[in-house]
């Protein structure tokens, strides 16, 4: 970590949900506004004002659908008129608020009592003036702290841009900090405490807590007979946007469509089957049990077998895993399980197969308008990612592989054409080859980006989604670099996709991912 260790990343944190430390680059004047501009921080287009921000400044930068600390929020006055009461300067506001009740009052009285207008105008403008002032001492922040996507002048804002001044009214200790030392840094914390995290919605019934990939991964060590190192949730995907840089023009790419559904895990892998031990034996083990260093001399009580395991996103659902994992939670039925009953004569031992669901749910859509050419009652899963694990070693099948896989059981299986569908890929070469215009130099992976972000001929970006009957925008694209051994994916969604996203989260509706991560 950087000097003076005050701003860091939280174990188990999320860079989708982390402020950044970016420097400023061209600002982009927007057309029909004196005052406002455009800039872009990795693929997210934020609007600035152009007497705050200049080319070259060093700013904290915290994306959309963050929720920002409430203390920081409140000793810079960034709550918004509604709840100014949480913000530092409450009682400066609450006398300006008296103020103006003071003009409507006087307003109401004049109206019945005189009929001089010029008098009138001028409690009109003592109030406006009142108003405009009032306006000027509070922020934009509801009670919730959350960063959304808006637009101004069409512009789409996405995130929000501040000083180390404002971070400083929140930690003193941050004075003094060279913020060239932090440049491109991610973090979470500061000096210890939470500064961000993701932002969700309360649901009606439901806790509003929600669990990172990390997390979902511990829950695995509460189920006695997984093994561990066996299976894996879905890692979380990270913004394209933040990871530009990790790309070369002669990188070979595949490109595959964003799909907008629910995750499903089907596996075959090796669990424990218990074995009944005489009653001694199994007192031998509740007694070694209690210490730690005995562990090591158990008796074992198990074999190893292949066994089918099926998940959501982030919930085990076999019930001699999970005995609540055949709850069917916000849908009718076991939907993971009728995907989990098509891919499982599929997967061979030691075979993990990730992959989304999208249509239908009998007959609730999956994903709001997002039907994908389903009828009611119909749904497809569309395979995106396989992991083999032969000996305790693990290799990741390469996208094009997948789609192949999914192909020929199509192909063997004409039945299940409906049932099952190889995943999109949009393009696969390199990237000098898939824009030959761009030059060279150091601002490549910038314009490179860029091409990416309004790409409608190769990528439907900012488009329909061409596969949906109803009308909905494409969500994105997934970016995967062909033989890494790291297997990398990387996202970039489309603007008009986390609008209508932005939309949903303001009036409560919560994506179906998100809501499985709720306890």
């Known amino acids: 970590m950087q000097k003076n260790n005050i701003f860091e990343m939280s174990k188990g944190g999320k860079s989708e949900y982390c402020v950044n430390v970016v420097k400023i680059g061209t600002l982009k004047p927007i057309e029909g506004s004196d005052f406002l501009a455009q800039t872009f921080i990795g693929d997210a287009s934020v609007v600035v004002r152009k007497d705050q921000v200049k080319e070259g400044d060093i700013l904290f930068y915290a994306s959309n659908e963050c929720q920002l600390n409430e203390k920081f929020l409140s000793v810079n006055n960034l709550f918004e008129v509604g709840c100014y009461e949480k913000n530092a300067n409450a009682d400066e506001v609450n006398k300006l608020s008296a103020k103006i009740k003071e003009c409507e009052e006087k307003i109401k009285t004049k109206f019945s009592t005189t009929e001089d207008s010029a008098e009138l105008a001028e409690i009109y403008a003592e109030r406006d003036n009142y108003k405009a002032q009032l306006k000027s001492m509070c922020g934009f922040f509801n009670h919730n702290g959350r960063v959304r996507m808006i637009r101004l002048k069409k512009t789409p804002s996405m995130g929000y841009l501040f000083s180390l001044d404002e971070m400083v009214k929140y930690c003193p200790k941050a004075k003094g900090v060279n913020m060239e030392d932090y440049l491109n840094v991610d973090f979470d914390t500061v000096d210890g405490e939470l500064f961000v995290k993701a932002y969700m919605p309360p649901i009606r019934g439901r806790q509003n807590n929600v669990k990172n990939g990390n997390k979902r991964d511990k829950k695995l060590k509460r189920f006695d007979r997984m093994i561990e190192g066996e299976f894996s949730f ?8 933040k990871n530009m840089w990790q790309f070369n023009p002669d990188d070979i790419v595949t490109i595959s469509c ?5 995750s499903v895990i089907c596996a075959n892998i090796k669990v424990k089957n218990p074995i009944h031990l005489p009653f001694y034996q199994r007192w031998y083990n509740n007694f070694v049990d209690n210490f730690e260093c005995l562990k090591k001399y158990r008796i074992t009580d ?3 077998e292949y066994d089918n395991i099926y998940s959501s996103r982030s919930v085990i659902k076999n019930q001699f895993i999970n ?4 709850e069917n939670g916000y849908y009718k039925f076991d939907i993971w399980n009728e995907a989990n009953e098509i891919l ?5 031992d030691g075979m993990t197969v990730y992959g989304e669901i999208c249509g239908y749910a009998d007959n609730s859509p999956i994903q709001g308008g997002y039907d994908y050419g389903c009828k009611p009652g119909e749904f497809f899963i569309m395979p995106y990612r396989i992991v083999t694990n032969k000996d305790g070693k693990k290799t990741e099948w390469e996208v094009v592989d997948v789609h192949d896989w999914t192909k020929n059981i199509i192909t063997e299986h004409p039945e299940l054409a409906n049932k099952i569908r190889p995943i999109q890929i949009l393009y696969h070469g390199t990237l ?3 824009y030959p215009d761009v030059k060279l130099d150091e601002h490549w992976h910038e314009n490179i980006l860029l091409k990416m972000m309004n790409d409608k001929e190769h990528f439907g970006m900012e488009e329909l989604e061409p596969l949906c009957k109803n009308k909905c925008y494409r969500e994105g694209i997934v970016i995967r670099k062909y033989k890494d051994p790291l297997a990398q994916a990387f996202k970039l969604k489309c603007k008009n996709f986390l609008m209508k996203e932005a939309s949903l989260y303001d009036k409560g509706e919560v994506d179906i991912e998100a809501q499985q991560e709720y306890t």
């Open 302 to 304: 198990f074999v190893e």
């Open 323 to 326: 005995e609540n994992g055949n």
């Open 432 to 434: 000098s080859n898939l």
């Open 344 to 348: 499982k004569p599929f997967i061979t």
């Open 234 to 241: 879905h890692y979380d995907t990270s913004q394209l946007g």
């Open 258 to 262: 964003k799909i907008h559904g629910t």
